[in-house]
T-cell receptor, first 114, second 117 residues
Framework: DSGVTQTPKHLITATGQRVTLRCSPR?????VYWYQQSLDQGLQFLIQ???????AKGNILERFSAQQFPDLHSELNLSSLELGDSALYFC?????????????FGPGTRLTVT | AQKITQTQPGMFVQEKEAVTLDCTYD???????LFWYKQPSSGEMIFLIY??????QNATEGRYSLNFQKARKSANLVISASQLGDSAMYFC??????????????FGQGTTLQVKP
């Protein structure tokens, strides 16, 4: 158990809908990352927050947004869902913003868009 | 730009034998870290080992060791005494650690390892 929790574990929804994925980092970790794992794109970095502030953006679509709250949990919002958004979405956390700080991954949320 | 290449889509190893999973990288960052993660069929990503580019010695964590060859830009994972539970997908990843870098990891395509009894 990495100490990172993600809910829900599975999510099935229809095209055009909006969903929210939730992540709670390990106790004491200030940095939260979101990654997407799909068959065609592999594992891709989406976005990073550190202590409530956005720190880095990767290949995140405009239909996607995220935020980190004062209690350090984070949410990833996916809207106007398309079939291609079906993927495993991971949240990871680390103590520091960068450097060699290890990133610990949550169990992931498997999103299926039908 | 950073890039990780894992050229072995799939590997087989006999139980109790050692296996090497290849990883090559490309980066313009003078300082960087290299990481290996394991993803079993259940889907979670498990951190295994990491190496800083400035480390003189190769990293080891139990049965895992990282064969770091900076001149060749390779960071191969060696698993000794393979166990059936080692069957999984393995990902090599990296990130720059100098100023101006964030914590984002760049991942390779992964290598599926199957351990035969």
């Amino acid at each position: 158990d990495s100490g990172v929790t993600q809910t829900p574990k599975h999510l099935i929804t229809a095209t055009g809908q909006r969903v929210t994925l939730r992540c709670s980092p390990r106790s004491g970790d200030l940095s939260v990352y979101w990654y997407q794992q799909s068959l065609d794109q592999g594992l891709q970095f989406l976005i990073q927050y550190y202590n409530g502030e956005e720190r880095a953006k990767g290949n995140i679509l405009e239909r996607f947004s995220a935020q980190q709250f004062p209690d350090l949990h984070s949410e990833l919002n996916l809207s106007s869902l398309e079939l291609g958004d079906s993927a495993l979405y991971f949240c990871a956390s680390s103590a520091q913003e960068a450097g060699l700080s290890k990133q610990y991954f949550g169990p992931g949320t498997r999103l299926t868009v039908t | 730009a950073q890039k990780i290449t894992q050229t072995q889509p799939g590997m087989f190893v006999q139980e109790k034998e050692a296996v090497t999973l290849d990883c090559t990288y490309d980066t313009s960052d003078p300082s960087y870290g290299l990481f290996w993660y394991k993803q079993p069929s259940s889907g979670e990503m498990i951190f295994l080992i990491y190496q800083g580019s400035y480390d003189q010695q190769n990293a080891t964590e139990g049965r895992y060791s990282l064969n770091f060859q900076k001149a060749r830009k390779s960071a191969n994972l060696v698993i000794s005494a393979s166990q059936l539970g080692d069957s999984a997908m393995y990902f090599c990843a990296m990130r720059g650690i100098g100023s101006g870098n964030t914590g984002k990891l760049i991942f390779g395509q992964g290598t599926t390892l199957q351990v035969k009894p």
